[in-house]
């Protein structure tokens, strides 16, 4: 089975997470009723005009982006072709796309403060969702059966542990991106390796090899051990859920970085997780190059992985398990599970005085219907076709359902390993505070004791995550 090709769109869904605008290149006032029809009332405020004594209108809005809409838009016809009731009534859902600008966030508080809102959206991270929950916005969906079973038909108990806010559940994540490692094979290969490492001291033999076979690795065009040109920027605070956050991830075991009003990263992980990338040393490049990985003899060893390349990569035949290998996020000793960071987003039910209980009842039996057991696979497996980005399951390599997929797909195969461990972002809406803090004080000074070192030879990061402690408390009003 081929997937669609949509780099561009893909692109710009996984980096609006980045930028932590939920933005992206699609029409943002496209609007339907899921039958065909255009409509002009979506998210009207008038209850009355949007329900009758036999039908019950539910607004779903999607992210802004076209590929997503289209899926939505086709999920919704489905459903309603069923004539599924609440109440005696029948229940059409009507699908939108989400306000872009200035961002999806923007547009959804604006809508609830308006009382224009949907009665289920998705495209929501999880900082965003700790913001809802603050306001008493979004509906806790962990005591109820049907999100229960949800959860037990997609195999994704370990995953919701990540995603619990205060001990609640308010997102059913919907994708996940796992952000690990992308290896240069050829450059391995030249300094004797035939596999990515997977602990921390397999990662420091590897860069110590780095300095001492430097003409083997420019025979394979390899000039640089990793390209990460964000490290010193504050301006680009998202990248340390890509970079610190992922390492730090494995090598604490998963420990959380914040609950509620307190920092609680582990200081001794922090440390190591630091000094992780203070092994580059003198080697990183740090300026801006582009298409890295589509150039025959890449310059690099290593970077962060981008599963949205991955059409670009096939495009240009670069291929995986020959060009380039993902290896998990590093742990301290073999069989530590490599937990990684999750750039993932999901579905979040609404409160808002615009919509009523049936409407929001509503809601609940048409994403029941989408991920329930009886179609949970193949709503997931739609989406996987439609966007190349991996559905939220933990058999995703066992069930029969993805197998056409993942056997063409070896990298997606790869990447669904540690979809499992995925942690994603900061149950906080001060998420940007936080990493800029972290970025001026911590990991933009450290890197210029980092680009004095030999590879293999990591500057002590001690005092750099003494202050980012103290910043990161000040910036988020953390204890």
């Given amino acids: 089975m081929k997937l669609r090709k949509c780099v561009a769109l893909i692109m710009a869904a996984v980096m609006t997470t980045a930028v932590a605008a939920g933005c992206g290149s699609g029409s943002g006032g496209k609007d339907s009723s899921a039958d065909g029809n255009s409509s002009s009332d979506a998210g009207s405020s008038d209850n009355t005009s949007k329900e009758s004594a036999e039908e ?27 004539k599924a009731e609440v109440d005696g009534k029948v229940i059409k859902v009507k699908v939108q796309q989400m306000p872009e600008s200035p961002s999806s966030e923007a ?57 619990a806010i205060d001990g609640k559940q308010y997102v059913l994540p919907i994708y996940v991106n796992p952000m690990v490692w992308q ?19 397999e990662f420091i033999e590897v860069m110590k ?26 301006d680009q605070y998202w990248d340390r859920w890509f970079d610190f956050m ?15 009003n307190k920092l609680t990263m582990d200081k001794d992980a922090a440390i190591a997780a630091m000094e992780v990338i203070g092994a580059f040393g003198n080697s990183v490049q740090q300026g801006e190059l582009s298409s890295i990985w589509v150039e025959e003899n890449p310059s690099v060893l290593v970077s962060i992985n981008a599963p949205w390349e991955i059409s670009l ?7 995986y398990g020959e060009n380039y290998v993902y290896g998990p996020s590093l742990v301290n000793k073999s069989g530590d599970i490599p937990y990684n960071y999750a750039d993932s987003k999901g579905l979040t039910f609404y409160k808002a005085k615009n919509i009523s209980e049936e409407e929001h009842k509503g809601a609940v039996e048409f994403v029941k219907w989408v991920y329930g057991k009886e179609n949970s696979a193949q709503s997931d497996l739609d989406w996987l ?56 004080v911590c990991s933009g000074p450290y890197m210029n004791e980092v680009v004095e070192a030999v590879p293999g030879n990591a500057p002590d990061a001690t005092s750099y995550i003494e202050a980012a402690i103290e910043a990161m408390k000040q910036a988020g009003g953390l204890e």
Avoid: C
Wanted: hydrophobic share 40%.
């Fill in 246 to 260: 992922m390492i730090y991830n494995g090598v604490s075991g998963g420990k959380s970085i914040v609950e509620g």
């Fill in 183 to 201: 290896w240069n094979m050829k450059g391995l290969k030249a300094i004797g390796y035939d596999k990515a490492p997977e602990t921390v001291e």
């Fill in 385 to 440: 076709n439609a966007t190349t980005m991996l559905p939220v399951r933990g058999d995703l390599n066992e069930n029969e359902a993805f197998a056409e997929v993942m056997g063409e797909y070896p990298e997606l195969a790869a990447l669904a390993e540690w979809v499992p461990y995925a942690i994603p972002g900061l149950a906080t809406d001060k998420d940007a505070d936080i990493w800029t803090a972290f970025t001026e």
């Fill in 313 to 319: 990569y096939r495009e240009n035949n670069v291929v």
């Fill in 56 to 82: 019950i209108e539910v607004d779903f809005w999607t992210a802004p982006q076209q590929v997503q809409y289209d899926l939505w838009e086709g999920k919704a016809q489905a459903f309603n072709e069923t």
């Fill in 209 to 234: 090899a780095f300095d001492t076979k430097k003409d083997a690795l420019a025979e394979a065009g390899v000039t640089h051990s990793f390209y990460r040109p964000s490290l010193g920027r504050p």
């Fill in 107 to 163: 547009g959804i508080q604006n809508a609830i403060a308006t009382e224009t809102a949907p009665a289920v959206s998705e495209n929501i991270n999880r900082g965003f969702a700790a913001t809802l929950a603050a306001s008493d916005v979004v509906y806790d969906l962990s005591g109820e059966d049907w999100f229960n079973e949800v959860v037990e038909a997609r195999q994704m108990s370990e995953t919701m542990e990540n995603w």
